[in-house]
């Protein structure tokens, strides 16, 4: 299927390793052109290499930054000659129980997961309506559809930004202008490697057998790659979801117990 983006500009903040890259990576195979956003050099610098070398057509611009800073938002912006296409993403907050955590921690993980997100989808949200073309996807988590033990803080977090992703997106879907949700459960990243890290810890076992544990509770008895998730994160940026808004899409291997 021809996703119809070919050309376009898109933004893939913390985009050098995971569901970032995956995303930018099926992106880009599209023929989208982009801006790739993380903090550390190397890996974003190593990421930009692949992706171009795969997909020679785009054009690929890096900018180094924490996203959760304005200026590094700002930048990110100032790269794209114009965003038909956000990907919006950051480093998950560290799990922890709530009896500890500070109000510094909730700050963080609001600016993290809630309103770096909030002020990167209004910088673009009304150029898009304008030009009559936008898509925006936010990662965020299984976590908004079942809990997760110790994951309190980015749950709540990032249910507030589904909230509002599914408030705004009701004045610009007429202008083909969609935000749409894609939650994952378990994928093998950095990101699930050090929380069964933190889990084994937790329960004093090995990281062996938390490993073994995270995967015998999941029904498809496997983790998912950043590569389909990234191939199911350019759909949801393609001309054809311009009837899709304010959806919340679970992608985890059949985990949540529920019909619907
Ligand atoms: P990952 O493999 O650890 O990759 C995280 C990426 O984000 C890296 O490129 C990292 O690069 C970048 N990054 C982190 N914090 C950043 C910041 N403040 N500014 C800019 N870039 C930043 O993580 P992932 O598994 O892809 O997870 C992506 C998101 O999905 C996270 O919010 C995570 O909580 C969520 N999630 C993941 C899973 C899963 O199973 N993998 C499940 C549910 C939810 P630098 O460190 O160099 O900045």
């Known amino acids: ?13 913390a985009a050098s390793k995971g569901l ?13 052109n982009l801006v790739l956003n993380a903090r550390g050099v190397d890996a974003l610098e190593a990421t930009a290499s692949a992706i171009r070398a795969t997909s020679p057509g ?14 590094v938002r700002q930048r990110v912006l100032d790269a794209a000659p114009v965003v038909d296409i956000l990907v919006t993403n950051a480093g998950g907050p560290p799990p922890g129980n709530f009896r500890t955590d500070t109000r510094e921690r909730w700050l963080a993980a609001l600016e993290g997961q809630l309103l770096s997100h909030v002020e990167m989808i209004t910088a673009v949200i009304d150029g898009m309506a304008e030009r009559g073309f936008g898509r925006i996807v936010n990662i965020t988590s299984a976590s908004v559809r ?31 202008v969609v935000i749409n949700n894609l939650l994952p459960g378990p994928f093998d ?6 929380s069964i890290a933190f889990a084994a810890q937790k329960d004093g076992i090995s990281v062996e057998s938390a490993h073994a544990a995270r995967l015998a509770e999941n ?9 389909e998730f990234g191939k199911v994160c350019a759909f949801l940026c393609s001309q054809h979801v311009g009837f899709i808004t304010a959806q919340n899409l679970l ?3 059949g985990a949540f117990p529920g019909n619907i």
Do not use: C, Y
């Not at 785009?58 to 200026?71: A, C, H, L, N």
């Not at 990243?189 to 050090?194: A, E, F, Y």
């Open 189 to 194: 990243t950095d990101r699930l490697r050090g």
């Open 251 to 253: 992608m985890d291997g």
């Open 58 to 71: 785009v054009t690929i611009k890096t900018v180094v930054g924490d996203i959760t800073q304005r200026e």
């Open 20 to 32: 970032g890259r995956g995303s930018a990576a099926a992106l880009a195979a599209e023929g989208v």
């Open 1 to 13: 299927m021809d996703l119809g983006i070919s050309g376009k500009w898109g933004i893939v903040e």
């Open 219 to 227: 029904p498809s008895g496997r983790f998912g790659t950043a590569e």
């Open 146 to 176: 079942m809990p997760i033990h110790n994951l309190g803080l980015s749950t709540a977090a990032r249910m507030a930004l589904t909230g509002f992703a599914s408030t705004i997106s009701r004045e610009v879907v007429a202008r083909n």
